[in-house]
Every structure is written in structure tokens, then in C-alpha cells.
């Protein structure tokens, strides 16, 4: 498998056995037209020449988003004709799986609609302005032949719609593409419509952002700080493993995400998230994380993720590296590339450690179970999610940050993480041969020259405390704990449409030991009336222990519940340096950061 991209396609080579045409006359219906043409007596599958019959299947998820979404139900109006256009028969055998009858017929060819507006990364949308979809979201697999070469023509319904992909162009030919086989197909997502398209090079590679929505993103602004973090990580991985890559950008209302292929990603931020510098720098982590995917998951990737399963959930333990590792490091490269200083990076870190340690669920469950069971609770989140689970990406970041903690005192940071991404890089990433558990321990272990079977026991597969204060100590910097200034009440309460609507009750806290429930909404603490942005303050003239009358309607039912407040509860933690640092701290903290200890000092 070559990691460069293909050089563009002559119209003369002969033609793939499967064809696509996508169309979308009609865009505000948000309906993209699907024609898939098939030449059977090519195809080598076995189950058409036992059975002349040809199997279509969609899949039921997308590499790099772990969740079930069932893509198949968005498709309508499917239909199946011959060469000379003779419908043929065909029927629905489960969910995903639909089946033409073939016999004396030299060509299939497939028709059928996609419903689109659904703005995300991992989805489809189509509206007056542009198209973009998915590969996994829109396209059939035929099984047995997922390694056939598939050619793909773009019909745009305005003459001044433009096509940008990573995939490579037939020559000649307008906006038509082709890809190496099915993966391909599914890792190239398309945007067609009237975007803003730059180019600019790094390290003597083509790179293009394509900005589709309307907001304060200006790609004269953004483009030195991409490049900034291009060239970051490039260097840790000793180049870039590609010709061209595509950033595509969509500027929404409220969304954000990402989603990370091998010669592209997406990207969803809000319109107008631009101009504010954390929030730009927030969005500069996103770009330092899907880009550090094209390495870390896309080809450096766990052994369940080598040859993907469309039609099923793929179950790794290793996503806590795959993504909490990358997680980590998208707070780690833009303070590398210049774009925030070794303030901000600490104080990032302090965010980080607070949300781990404000989950209560962090008690409950492994992150090592929380990668496994990502397909059934990290994207399905309910009123006990807090309690009862952790985030691999939240987790998993402050796994790597203490691993590159304590590889790097060790060897007087001789040695980091880099060198673990590195070795696994060339060890597994270059060739795209997926490493298991064990292989990813030994090379953190063959890198730290030290056993890791009782860290990994403790805080992979087991529930202790991650010990920030001991990791962080030979750096001359402590974990410091803020604490509120009211009571504990052990629930969260949000305004909705005028209602207060308490969200979530903590497991054994207050609330839950009253008796209050997730859905109860909040009418009166005491006979009155509070609101979710006032009871903070409304709480500060109550002691811990006091008992409260707190009013809700619990499923339409007016109750009045007694409740005991409890003791204030950290809800802040900061990485501060510590007193009187020693001479070894000082140079331990300038290894790792490249900054004096006394620049943080406050």
C-alpha cells in the first residue's frame, strides 16, 4: 500500500468494473441521486458466480467515528435495471443488504436517493449552497470485491460548483475521480458547491483549504498557524507521508468536530469562532489533532482496525492511545508551533485535569472498558453517563501526559512520547500493519527502559487515581485544588424554555440521597423560586449540612424532598510550580517546555 498519492488517471486506462454517478439536481430537497453501474461478469466475486446474483451492502459506520449510525436509513427509492434498461428484481434481505438478480445480464445498474441534511463530519448535507457526503454514507460495498478499483463522476447542479477531494482526478475528465478500492472510497469525503479553495506548500508538499459557510474565517489568518503545525508534526514523525492533503472547513452555526482521513480531514467550528483568540487556538487544537490522526489511527493503527468491518462495531482497548494520545498531543503541538505560550499550555492542562477529575464515572470505569464500549456508550450518552463512565479521549490524554512525564525523567528528556510515536510509526505505521495491546506496552516499555505492568494495571485497566502530583513533581510544577464557595448539592440544573430542568444527580451525592431524579424540574428551594444561573448564589447563604425543602414536578407529580447539603467539592484544578524549586526541576521543566519555571510563576 503506497502512502503517496496517486499521480491523476488517464481516461485511456480501462474503465473500473464499478462506476458511481452522484448527482443533485434538485439541492434544497437534500437529496443527493445515486447511479451505481456494475459490469458482474468482471467482478471476482464468488458469491455472484455461484449465485448470479449481486449483493449491495451500505455500511453501517465510518472508520474514525465509533458508533452504529445505521447510514442505510436515509437511503429511498432504490431500483435495479439491466444494460438495456429491463428492471430487474431484487429484495431487501436485512437492514443494509439488498440483492439483484443478475442472470444473462452483462450489466447492473443501481439507482437510488439519499436524504442529506445532517451537518456533521461523519454525515451527509446537502442544501442550495454545497454537497458534502461521506464515502460510508453514501456508496454500496459489494461484498468480496471491497479491492476493485471504483471511478466516480461528480454531476454538480450549477455550472460554478467546484469539486474538492483527495482523490485522485481521471485526466480529461470532469469532475470525475477513482479510488483504489472501497477503504479509499470511504476515506475520501467529497465537498462540492462554491467554497473558498487556497493552496499552499509545506515541506515541498501541496496542501489545500477548501472553506465552505459563511463567518469571521479568514485563510490568510489561519493558514500560517496550519502550516505551523504541519511542519510540528512533521518533524516527529521525519516527514510527511503523502504528496497533497486537503483541509475542509465548515463554518456552521453551532457545531464542531473532526473527522481524519489519510490524505484529508474535516473540520466543524462555529461561523464565528475565529476572531477570539481562545477560541481560535481552540480550533488550532482541532487542526493539530485530526492532522495527527494521519499518522496516530489512520495508519498507525490497532490490529481490530487493520481491514475494517462496515457491517459491524470493531472492538479495540487501545483507543485511549489512538485518540487520548492524539488528544494530548493537540494541546502539546500548537504550544510547540508558537501559536500560545507555556502559560496558556499549562493552563489547558489544568482544564483537562478537571474534567477528569469532576466525572465521577473516571471511579467506575477503565478507560481500557471505555474504548471497548465505545460503540454503546461514549456517542449514547444518558443522565447516568457521569456516574458510570469516562471519555478514552479525556482519559487517555492524561495517560500520555504522565507516560511522556515519566519517560522523559528517566532519561533527563533524552527521551518522550515523541520517541514511542516514532517506534511505533516505524514499527507498524509505515507497513499499516495494526499493532495489539501488547505490542503498543512493549514499545512504551522498550522506549522508557522501564516495566510498565503495574502502570498499566493501575490506570489502564484499573480504576486508580492517576497521580498527577507525583508525575509532575520532577518538573517543579503541583496540582492545585479550587474549591466552591457554597455547599455541595450534587445536581446540575439548566435553564430550558423557561423551565428549570435539573440534568444530572450525582451517584450518592445529596440530591440522589433526597430523592431527586435526572428530568425533575426545579420549582423552589425552601418556597422559592431559584433559577439555574442564580443557584449558585442562592446556595452561598446555607452551611453543609443544612437540610433544604427543594420543590420539583417529578413526572408530573408536585413533591417536596428533604435535602442534606454536603461539603464543598473541588471544581477547579491548576498546574502551578511549586515552592522553592530545585535546580534539577528547573532544568527538567526547560527540557520539556523550553521555558524557565519563573515565567509561570505567579
Given at each position: 500500500m503506497t502512502d503517496a498519492k496517486v499521480l491523476p488517471i488517464s481516461p485511456t486506462t480501462r474503465t473500473p468494473a464499478i462506476q458511481y454517478k452522484v448527482s443533485m439536481p434538485h439541492p434544497e430537497s437534500h437529496l443527493f441521486e445515486v447511479s451505481l453501474s456494475v459490469r458482474v461478469k468482471e467482478l471476482s466475486s464468488s458469491l455472484f458466480t455461484t449465485s448470479q446474483k449481486l449483493d449491495l451492502k451500505m455500511p453501517v459506520w465510518t472508520p474514525g467515528s465509533y458508533l452504529i449510525r445505521e447510514y442505510s436509513k436515509h437511503l429511498q427509492d432504490f431500483c435495479a435495471y439491466s444494460e438495456n434498461e429491463r428492471p430487474l428484481p431484487?429484495?431487501?434481505?436485512?437492514?443494509?443488504?439488498?440483492?439483484?438478480?443478475?442472470?444473462?445480464?452483462?450489466?447492473?445498474?443501481?439507482?437510488?436517493?439519499?436524504?442529506?441534511?445532517?451537518?456533521?463530519?461523519?454525515?451527509?448535507?446537502?442544501?442550495?449552497?454545497?454537497?458534502?457526503?461521506?464515502?460510508?454514507?453514501?456508496?454500496?460495498?459489494?461484498?468480496?470485491?471491497?479491492?476493485?478499483?471504483?471511478?466516480?463522476?461528480?454531476?454538480?447542479?450549477?455550472?460554478?460548483?467546484?469539486?474538492?477531494?483527495?482523490?485522485?482526478?481521471?485526466?480529461?475528465?470532469?469532475?470525475?475521480?477513482?479510488?483504489?478500492?472501497?477503504?479509499?472510497?470511504?476515506?475520501?469525503?467529497?465537498?462540492?458547491?462554491?467554497?473558498?479553495?487556497?493552496?499552499?506548500?509545506?515541506q515541498g508538499k501541496k496542501h489545500e483549504l477548501a472553506i465552505w459557510g459563511k463567518g469571521n474565517a479568514e485563510a490568510k489568518?489561519?493558514?500560517?498557524?496550519?502550516?505551523?503545525?504541519?511542519?510540528?508534526?512533521?518533524?516527529?514523525?521525519?516527514?510527511?507521508?503523502?504528496?497533497?492533503?486537503?483541509?475542509?472547513?465548515?463554518?456552521?452555526?453551532?457545531?464542531?468536530?473532526?473527522?481524519?482521513?489519510?490524505?484529508?480531514?474535516?473540520?466543524?467550528?462555529?461561523?464565528?469562532?475565529?476572531?477570539?483568540?481562545?477560541?481560535?487556538?481552540?480550533?488550532?487544537?482541532?487542526?493539530?489533532?485530526?492532522?495527527?490522526?494521519?499518522?496516530?489511527?489512520?495508519?498507525?493503527?490497532?490490529?481490530?482496525?487493520?481491514?475494517?468491518?462496515?457491517?459491524?462495531?470493531?472492538?479495540?482497548p487501545s483507543l485511549w492511545f489512538s485518540e487520548g494520545t492524539t488528544s494530548y498531543y493537540d494541546i502539546l503541538i500548537p504550544f510547540r508551533a508558537g501559536i500560545y505560550n507555556v502559560k496558556n499550555f499549562l493552563k489547558l492542562l489544568g482544564k483537562e485535569i478537571t474534567l477528569l477529575l469532576t466525572i465521577i464515572g473516571r471511579k467506575v470505569q477503565p478507560v481500557s472498558e471505555s474504548s471497548w464500549d465505545a460503540w454503546i456508550k461514549l456517542y449514547r450518552r444518558d443522565s447516568n453517563s457521569n456516574n458510570s463512565q469516562i471519555s478514552y479521549y479525556l482519559k487517555g490524554s492524561m495517560i500520555s501526559l504522565l507516560l511522556d512525564l515519566l519517560i522523559r525523567e528517566k532519561h533527563q528528556n533524552q527521551r518522550s512520547l515523541d520517541d514511542v510515536m516514532r517506534k511505533m510509526w516505524h514499527e507498524f505505521g509505515k507497513s499499516e500493519i495494526g499493532f495489539t495491546p501488547e505490542q503498543l506496552k512493549g514499545v512504551i516499555e522498550e522506549v522508557a527502559k522501564l516495566d510498565l505492568n503495574d502502570f498499566f494495571a493501575r490506570y489502564i485497566d484499573g480504576l486508580d487515581e492517576l497521580p498527577f502530583d507525583e508525575y509532575l513533581r520532577p518538573f517543579g510544577l503541583q496540582i492545585k485544588k479550587e474549591y466552591n464557595e457554597w455547599?455541595?448539592?450534587?445536581?446540575?440544573?439548566?435553564?430550558?424554555?423557561?423551565?428549570?430542568?435539573?440534568?444530572?444527580?450525582?451517584?450518592?451525592?445529596?440530591?440522589?440521597?433526597?430523592?431527586?431524579?435526572?428530568?425533575?424540574?426545579?420549582?423552589?428551594?425552601?418556597?422559592?423560586?431559584?433559577?439555574?444561573?442564580?443557584?449558585?448564589?442562592?446556595?452561598?447563604?446555607?452551611?453543609?449540612?443544612?437540610?433544604?425543602?427543594?420543590?420539583?414536578?417529578?413526572?408530573?407529580?408536585?413533591?417536596?424532598?428533604?435535602?442534606?447539603?454536603?461539603?464543598?467539592?473541588?471544581?477547579?484544578?491548576?498546574?502551578?510550580?511549586?515552592?522553592?524549586?530545585?535546580?534539577?526541576?528547573?532544568?527538567?521543566?526547560?527540557?520539556?517546555?523550553?521555558?524557565?519555571?519563573?515565567?509561570?510563576?505567579?
Open positions: 431484487w429484495q431487501k434481505l436485512s437492514k443494509n443488504h439488498w440483492q439483484v438478480e443478475t442472470l444473462g445480464v452483462s450489466e447492473v445498474i443501481v439507482q437510488y436517493r439519499i436524504f442529506a441534511n445532517e451537518l456533521t463530519v461523519r454525515t451527509n448535507h446537502l442544501d442550495s449552497t454545497h454537497g458534502y457526503f461521506n464515502g460510508a454514507a453514501l456508496f454500496f460495498y459489494i461484498p468480496e470485491c471491497e479491492k476493485n478499483s471504483i471511478r466516480i463522476k461528480i454531476i454538480p447542479p450549477k455550472f460554478d460548483w467546484q469539486v474538492s477531494t483527495s482523490l485522485s482526478r481521471v485526466i480529461d475528465t470532469e469532475n470525475t475521480f477513482e479510488a483504489e478500492d472501497f477503504d479509499t472510497l470511504v476515506d475520501s469525503p467529497f465537498e462540492i458547491g462554491n467554497h473558498q479553495l487556497f493552496q499552499f506548500q509545506v489568518k489561519l493558514i500560517p498557524d496550519i502550516h505551523k503545525i504541519i511542519a510540528v508534526e512533521a518533524e516527529i514523525f521525519g516527514g510527511l507521508p503523502y504528496e497533497e492533503y486537503l483541509f475542509i472547513l465548515h463554518c456552521s452555526g453551532k457545531g464542531f468536530g473532526g473527522l481524519e482521513h489519510k490524505f484529508s480531514c474535516v473540520l466543524n467550528y462555529p461561523r464565528f469562532g475565529f476572531r477570539n483568540k481562545e477560541k481560535c487556538d481552540r480550533f488550532m487544537q482541532l487542526v493539530a489533532h485530526e492532522f495527527f490522526h494521519l499518522w496516530n489511527v489512520k495508519r498507525i493503527r490497532p490490529k481490530a482496525l487493520e481491514v475494517f468491518d462496515y457491517e459491524q462495531e470493531n472492538y479495540t455547599p455541595e448539592l450534587g445536581m446540575n440544573v439548566i435553564s430550558d424554555h423557561g423551565k428549570e430542568i435539573i440534568k444530572f444527580v450525582q451517584y450518592q451525592g445529596p440530591a440522589q440521597l433526597a430523592g431527586l431524579d435526572a428530568g425533575d424540574e426545579l420549582l423552589a428551594i425552601d418556597g422559592f423560586r431559584v433559577s439555574a444561573d442564580k443557584l449558585s448564589d442562592h446556595l452561598k447563604d446555607y452551611q453543609p449540612g443544612d437540610v433544604l425543602e427543594v420543590t420539583v414536578f417529578h413526572q408530573d407529580e408536585l413533591i417536596t424532598c428533604q435535602l442534606t447539603l454536603g461539603y464543598p467539592s473541588p471544581s477547579r484544578y491548576q498546574v502551578v510550580p511549586v515552592k522553592n524549586p530545585t535546580t534539577k526541576q528547573k532544568k527538567n521543566f526547560f527540557g520539556w517546555l523550553g521555558s524557565s519555571l519563573e515565567s509561570i510563576s505567579i
